[in-house]
């Protein structure tokens, strides 16, 4: 049974930085495709990044783009997510994503993609 733990949110100031981790227990990260999403309150789950197994070229939110960036550790099977910049408007629970299916770079975005799911993890921007 494949599980996602995520981890490394909390409460940083506006313009600050923080660095979530999506641990896979079960197979190795490495069989999946990985992606994260956030939900805001009263806001539908929205794509943020995607990067697959092959940890080729990655996908991004136009609205992180620049500023926030994906990675993988295959060896230690964790993804994460490093966030700069941040600001009041990227306030959400952060979820990480992963599914065995070879995704195409133009589908990484779609939540419907992906079978597993962690419980998320709270990230709130706030002076």
């Known amino acids: 049974q494949v599980q996602l733990v995520e981890s490394g949110g909390g409460l940083v100031q506006p313009g600050g930085s923080l660095r979530l981790s999506c641990l896979v227990s079960?197979?190795?990260?490495?069989?999946?495709?990985m992606a994260w999403f956030r939900q805001a309150p009263g806001k539908e789950r929205e794509f943020v990044a995607a990067?697959?197994?092959?940890?080729?070229?990655?996908n991004y939110a136009q609205s992180v783009r620049g500023r926030f960036t994906i990675s993988r550790d295959n060896a230690r099977n964790t993804a994460y997510l490093q966030m700069n910049s941040l600001n009041p408007e990227d306030t959400a629970v952060y979820y990480c994503a992963a599914t065995e299916s070879r995704l195409i770079l133009s589908s990484t975005w779609q939540a419907n993609q992906y079978n597993y799911w962690g419980q998320g993890t709270q990230v709130t921007v706030s002076s």
């Open positions: 990067i697959r197994r092959s940890s080729g070229s990655p």
């Open positions: 079960g197979p190795t990260s490495r069989n999946y495709d």
